[in-house]
């Protein structure tokens, strides 16, 4: 993405500017701790750059920043359901409309909460009332929480997951540990597997760890570098790469670009959360750096 083709529509403060980019609303963040963009189409954050640091979360040089479409890359946020277990796929609040609620900043970063609460169109597709709240703490660090309150006179159940993309120097020199040992391969038919400790890329891999620990830590040798991932509020932690076919059969991947992504997802899987009429859940996930 060239942040050159942003154009400023307000700014909202020393650190936070309003951009229009190919007719989506985004929010710039520039602060002396971080980089980041925000799509408010999804509640999408599409870029985080700590200072001194070279990207951490990945977005695809073929991203299609199109309203009716979820981006690729970036941390999608898959809600009220993950996957395909109904339409449209991983969820409709990646592909809605976040309005921004507040915004601070002080000496350690920028802290912005958006929210997205039910409309006609969630209601054709969902026929709840809710309000979810997506809180983005960017500084030397990120944390991304995600709460979900029913707000209405019945309960209802949710699954879904913080998607997020993390950038690598290169995949077949990246391992990830502490995402435990059993899986459910979702490239065999959702099989139940036990692991090694250490996990290793030299396919498509797309994997729902059933007992992770925290954090996972993402090895990243070409760039020495650990990206350390703690989530909360979730039950599994699914670990995606689409490796060189399923990329090439993507519309909006280059064919290569799975040797510098891999997923690792906060995840609500296999236990969809039940909410009675007030009660909230937090989902969440946080991202550290560190140097070899
Ligand atoms: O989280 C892994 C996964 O569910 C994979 O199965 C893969 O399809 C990926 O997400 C991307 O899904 P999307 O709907 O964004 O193409």
Redesign the pocket.
């Known amino acids: 993405m060239d942040l050159r083709n942003l154009s400023t529509i307000s700014v909202l403060s020393d650190a936070i500017t309003v951009c229009d980019y190919q007719g989506i609303k985004l929010l710039r963040i520039q602060h002396p701790q971080a980089e980041a963009g925000i799509s408010l189409h999804g509640g999408h954050l599409v870029w985080y750059k700590p200072a001194g640091e070279s990207a951490v979360i990945w977005l695809s040089e073929k991203a299609e920043f199109d309203p009716q479409k ?1 981006i ?1 890359g970036g941390i ?1 946020v898959c809600w009220p359901w993950f ?1 395909k277990a109904a339409t449209p ?2 969820g409709f609040a990646r592909l809605s409309d976040w309005a921004l609620k507040e915004h601070r900043e002080n000496d350690h970063g920028v802290i912005i909460s958006l929210t997205l609460k039910a409309d006609e169109t969630t209601q054709a597709l969902w026929p709840h009332q809710f309000c979810t709240e997506l809180t983005f703490e960017i500084g030397r660090e990120l944390h991304v929480s995600l709460t979900s309150t029913n707000t209405d006179t019945h309960a209802w159940s949710f699954s879904g ?1 913080l ?1 997020t993309y993390f950038t690598v120097g290169d995949i077949r020199e990246t391992s990830i540990t502490g995402m435990g040992q059993t899986y459910l391969d ?1 490239t065999q038919d959702d099989i139940t597997c036990d692991g090694e400790a250490v996990l290793q890329f030299s396919g498509e891999t ?1 994997r729902v760890y059933t007992s992770p620990e925290s954090p996972v830590v993402i090895h990243d040798a070409r760039n020495q570098r650990q990206i350390q991932v703690r989530n909360q509020g979730h039950d599994c932690a ?1 670990i ?1 790469n ?1 490796w060189q076919a399923l990329s090439t059969s ?1 519309a909006d991947m280059a064919d290569n670009s799975f040797e510098t992504m891999v ?1 690792v ?1 906060s995840t609500i899987h296999e236990s969809p959360i039940e909410l009675v009429p007030g009660a909230c859940h937090t989902l969440s996930t946080h991202i550290k750096v560190h140097r070899d």
């Open positions: 979820a690729r999608p996957g796929s991983h997951a998607h979702s797309d699914v995606w689409p993507m997923c997802e």
